[in-house]
């Protein structure tokens, strides 16, 4: 299994990225995904999660409507739209895969996802 993340980069607080997240060696519609990051000195945290399908999508509360997590199974990819950026936004992100229901993604109490990808740089500046 697979999974590259990519899109990072540097943008200003109130700008826009978008992170791709490409699957390989995996059928990628049998697996929930997720985005998580760790900022410098802080410990990861989850971001978002999507269900298998896509019709269901799971926020942290501090990018809820500023950030959208969607997937094409088509493309074996996830993507991550993130507006209005704030420096506190700046870490490096990582998309997981996991067989578990994506609501389970951003809960500690569960195992953390299974497969993880090598992470994209965010760097939000003010």
């Known amino acids: 299994v697979q999974l590259q993340a990519s899109g990072g980069g540097l943008v200003q607080a109130g700008g826009s990225l978008r992170l791709s997240c490409a699957a390989s060696?995996?059928?990628?519609?049998?697996?929930?995904m997720g985005w998580f990051r760790q900022a410098p000195g802080k410990e990861r945290e989850f971001v978002t999660a999507i269900s298998r399908s896509g019709s269901s999508t799971y926020y942290t509360d501090s990018v809820k409507d500023r950030f959208t997590v969607s997937r094409d199974n088509a493309k074996n990819t996830m993507y991550l739209q993130m507006n209005s950026l704030k420096p506190e936004d700046t870490a490096v992100y990582y998309c997981?895969?996991?067989?578990?229901?994506?609501?389970?993604?951003?809960?500690?109490?569960?195992?953390?996802?299974?497969?993880w990808g090598q992470g994209t740089l965010v760097t939000v500046s003010s």
């Open positions: 060696r995996i059928t990628f519609s049998a697996y929930a």
């Open positions: 997981a895969a996991d067989p578990k229901p994506a609501q389970a993604m951003g809960v500690k109490a569960f195992p953390i996802p299974k497969y």
